[in-house]
């Protein structure tokens, strides 16, 4: 089971300005064949399904530790599609009723290239890719065979890589460079681990390939303070009792890869700190929550209360 805790895996910094087309290719990351949400189908349906986990629990503790890290990779995409749609932090946006709606206030909308994202979900991300195709099932691979999934977990990680490098190349935004600048780091360190698990496996020095493609992440500038941190070489356990057995994989010896700042793999149990969540306010002229929310905000500041 999950628990779920109400921060962001890092922090993101506020959108300079509304950018839907920068929130579209960001979606690449959250709903393409590579996204977080393959990355997260992939991996949750392999820890189901894992045969003899008793016997082979480093192999299935490092499967399991880090669906959870891709549930939270989710939901920071998610986080940074909705706030390049929505624009800079407003201090009381919900303020007042929606203006005139006869006066066509989302006129611009019409041209976004992902404008299904305004007319269907008010500016939210949904699980598609950067042209609104729906991710599927067809992207989830789960055979029961160790050494196939943990191969086509480290091809998927490779992937990911590459897409998050030419979303990066394609933004300006800080929150959107963000982004791709922490999930560069982790999914480096999760190809690393699962190169790590072949090789004990198989012998196979698969870690040797890294990083596909291959440009250091100390070329990056939004990778600079997480490698500074030592983000390269931490693994998750995401839970206070379970899961150490990834120190059999990811410790024991084991550094960093050549390109990146030298130093020890450590597992860490439990999760990171984490960042806030943005609060992204109300567009009463697009009813979200409602054209006037006013009774809404009043019954929930009585609920918050009385919940104290």
């Known amino acids: 089971m999950f628990m779920r805790v109400d921060r962001l895996i890092t922090e993101l910094p506020p959108p300079k300005s509304q950018d839907p087309n920068a929130a579209a290719a960001l979606q690449e990351l959250l709903g393409g064949k590579y996204g977080e949400m393959s990355t997260l189908g992939n991996y949750m349906f392999q820890s189901f399904n894992f045969r003899s986990k008793a016997k082979l629990r480093p192999f299935y503790s490092l499967v399991a530790s880090i669906t959870a890290e891709e549930l939270a990779h989710v939901e920071l995409v998610s986080n940074g599609v909705a706030m390049l749609n929505t624009g800079p932090d407003v201090e009381d946006a919900d303020a007042g009723d929606g203006g005139d709606i006869s006066m066509s206030p989302f006129e611009a909308m019409q041209d976004i290239r992902l404008a299904a994202s305004f007319f269907s979900n008010g500016g939210g991300a949904t699980p598609v890719n950067a042209n609104g195709a729906s991710w599927n099932n067809d992207f989830v691979t789960t055979t029961g065979n160790v050494i196939f999934d943990l191969l086509h977990n480290f091809h998927l990680e490779c992937g990911a890589r590459l897409h998050k490098l030419r979303v990066y190349e394609t933004l300006s935004d800080p929150t959107g460079r963000e982004v791709c600048g922490y999930l560069l780091v982790r999914g480096s360190v999760h190809a690393h681990a ?115």
């Not at 960093?256 to 806030?276: N, Y």
């Not at 567009?283 to 104290?308: G, V």
Request: net charge negative; hydrophobic share 40%; charged share 25%.
């Open 194 to 308: 699962y190169a790590l698990a072949l090789k004990k496996l198989t012998g196979v020095a698969i870690e040797k390939m890294l990083p596909v493609p291959n440009i250091p992440l100390g070329n990056i500038p939004e990778c600079q303070k997480y490698l500074d941190e030592g983000s390269h070489r931490r693994l998750y356990t995401w839970s206070d009792a379970d899961y150490r057995e990834i120190a059999g994989i990811w410790a024991n010896g084991e550094v960093a890869l050549p390109d990146d700042p030298p130093g020890e793999l450590e597992i860490v149990e439990g999760m990171p700190e984490g960042g806030k969540i943005h609060q992204l306010v109300g567009i009463p002229s697009a009813f979200t929550p409602d054209y006037a929310p006013e009774e809404m905000f009043e019954i929930a500041s009585i609920l918050t209360k009385a919940a104290r």
